[in-house]
């Protein structure tokens, strides 16, 4: 069969070839650009804790050279600190994790070194395509001199950024707002004082600090620093970014203090939605489906989301000729999940930017409103939690076993410890992505056997038996706990990491079902409803 054809090499193409590499699926990256990046210390990258332990999977070494994690946050309102959050393990009793912080460019170069070990995928710079064409079988795609060539695909994924020539070729809508919100952004060395923590100062009291400036901490000593500005006002020329940070340095130091300016940018925020992120068997992810980021929100994570998401069911597709309902529900999942995003930021925004139009939504104090908008920062709540697929149409039926747990179906499963095949004691993440489904015992005291012992003992003979007579290839873990779990409770979980159902106890039938359900084989009612439909997420979804 035919590789997958990735038309980008930015942090999300690179992210989907890896991805699929992982699953045993080749694919050809066409890559309009020379083979590498830029550095651009101002522009940077915040990734949550999915996304990092995603990126730790795919073989990308730079979060850990040239990312910085957090170790607590700031929000400051005029002079009072409103707010001071510590994060990360062992940081206090607030659970919150860590994101990690680092150049865009950076994080490129870890996945570029991550794909040149990787002989399942193919690398072709200065190949920026004309010509999209597709049939049943396949995708056919030519690009420009000074390579002109045909190429050939089984699929084919733009991940061609804001300007996709993917979506145009398609005839794809990219409809939304145009500057939703402006920055002033600058990369400087220079002594803090809050070493590893991110603050965000609403209303600073000195003259050129606007209405807002956020300071990201960065390895050795870096920060970025980010100047809301009027969404259409004037050109910020050197001499007055020069006097931003100058003032903000003192406004925050007492004086300025010596600084190195490494990199200043100022960057337009959008907020679309393509209508469609699937044609036939061509698929959009990353900027070229969605753009978002105002008040915190991350872009690229959900870019990396939309990766993920997307490898596992073409890698169903391209190993077993999967149905049109699992390739479906990527768009129904993902565009669903991004158009939640942008409609809480569109409705925060005309109160946090000091309007009153929708002030109802979020009632309370400043203090109120600092603490949401920290939360798109943190990567909680509307603006920043990682999202839940509750109406996917992969979700299977309720049946009689199913049980509740402290992971909601369709959300994330916990990062639990769990033993593996081979006896060893790994995260539940480090499981994922490996194209399978999860199937977990709950089972206490286990830890403590033997694993020659457990193995043979109680409901695990009849959970193997179960496990090996699914439909589609799962992998059987045990777990000491899992939250809201009680003993022999069994967890299906999808190959990214999303849950499916929760059983009490060993059911082989309903676990049959739900693993037919998530694989896209699902006959019942619900399925038979969702198949070819438009789902009520996408009819609203949409971004005036």
Same mark, same amino acid.
């Given at each position: ?52 332990? !995603? ?9 850990? $050279? ?8 700031? +929000? ?12 990360? $393990? ?20 870890? !996945? ?22 597709? @049939? ?34 398609? @005839? ?94 100022v960057y337009t925020l959008h907020h679309r939605l393509a209508r469609r992120w699937r044609s036939k068997r061509a698929f959009l992810a ?21 990766? $993920? ?33 942008? *409609? ?20 309370? +104090?400043? *203090? ?14 509307? !603006?920043?939690?990682?999202? +839940? ?14 049980? /509740? ?15 593996? /095949? @081979? ?39 009849? !959970? ?16 000491? +706990? ?55 997420? @996408? ?6």
């Amino acid at each position: 069969m035919d590789p997958v054809i990735v038309v980008g090499a930015g942090p999300v193409g690179l992210s989907l070839s890896l991805a699929l590499a992982a699953q045993g699926v080749p694919s050809v990256v066409l890559d309009e650009g020379p083979g590498k990046d830029e550095p651009r210390p101002a522009r940077t990258v915040v990734l949550r804790e999915d996304t990092a332990d !995603l990126m730790e999977r795919l073989g990308c070494s730079s979060l850990h $050279e040239d990312g910085l994690r957090w170790t607590g946050w700031r +929000s400051v309102r005029r002079k009072q600190l409103v707010r001071a959050v510590p994060l990360g $393990e062992g940081q206090g009793t607030v659970p919150l994790p860590s994101p990690v912080h680092l150049p865009q460019h950076a994080l490129a170069r870890g !996945l570029r070194a991550a794909v040149a070990a990787q002989d399942l995928v193919s690398m072709v710079p200065l190949s920026r395509i004309d010509t999209l064409e597709q @049939d049943d079988h396949g995708v056919t795609v030519h690009t420009r001199e000074p390579g002109s060539t045909w190429w050939r695909g089984s699929y084919l994924v733009g991940c061609d950024g804001a300007r996709s020539t993917v979506r145009k070729l398609l @005839d794809i809508r990219f409809p939304g707002r145009t500057a939703v919100e402006r920055h002033a952004v600058a990369a400087l060395r220079a002594d803090l004082p809050w070493p590893g923590e991110a603050v965000l100062h609403r209303a600073p009291p000195w003259r050129s600090g606007g209405a807002e400036v956020t300071a990201r901490p960065l390895p050795g000593g870096v920060w970025r620093l980010d100047w809301l500005l009027p969404p259409r006002g004037e050109l910020v020329t050197p001499d007055a970014l020069i006097t931003r940070i100058r003032d903000t340095l003192e406004g925050w130091c007492g004086e300025t203090p010596a600084y190195e300016l490494l990199d200043t940018g100022v960057y337009t925020l959008h907020h679309r939605l393509a209508r469609r992120w699937r044609s036939k068997r061509a698929f959009l992810a990353g900027d070229a489906a969605h753009l978002l980021g105002a008040l915190g929100t991350q872009g690229l994570d959900e870019g990396l989301r939309d990766a $993920e998401n997307l490898a596992w069911k073409l890698a169903q597709a391209w190993h077993q000729d999967a149905g049109e309902l699992l390739l479906d529900s990527y768009q129904a999942e993902r565009r669903a999940a991004v158009a939640s995003r942008l *409609r809480a930021a569109d409705q925060s925004l005309p109160i946090l930017r000091g309007g009153a139009g929708l002030r109802t939504l979020v009632p309370g +104090s400043a *203090r109120g409103h600092d603490t949401l908008l920290a939360d798109g920062h943190l990567g909680c709540g509307p !603006l920043g939690a990682p999202p +839940s697929y509750t109406h996917s149409p992969l979700a299977p039926q309720r049946a009689e076993g199913h049980v /509740p747990v402290g992971t909601a179906p369709g959300a994330p499963v916990a990062d639990v410890r769990v033993t593996a /095949p @081979d006896g060893t004691a790994v995260r539940l993440r480090e499981r994922l992505g490996q194209g399978h489904l999860l199937v977990i015992l709950v089972a206490p005291g286990t830890g403590v056997w033997d694993r020659r012992h457990w193995m043979t003992a109680g409901v695990m003979p009849r !959970l193997v038996d179960a496990v090996d007579a699914l439909p589609v290839k799962a992998e059987l873990l045990v777990t000491e +706990s899992y939250p809201g779990a009680t003993a022999h409770t069994v967890l299906l979980v999808r190959p990214d990491g999303h849950l499916v159902a929760a059983f009490s106890g060993v059911r082989p039938a309903e676990l049959h079902a739900a693993a037919d359900a998530a694989r896209g084989g699902g006959t019942g009612p619900a399925h038979t409803e969702r198949a070819g439909t438009t789902t009520r997420s @996408d009819r609203t979804a949409d971004v005036n």
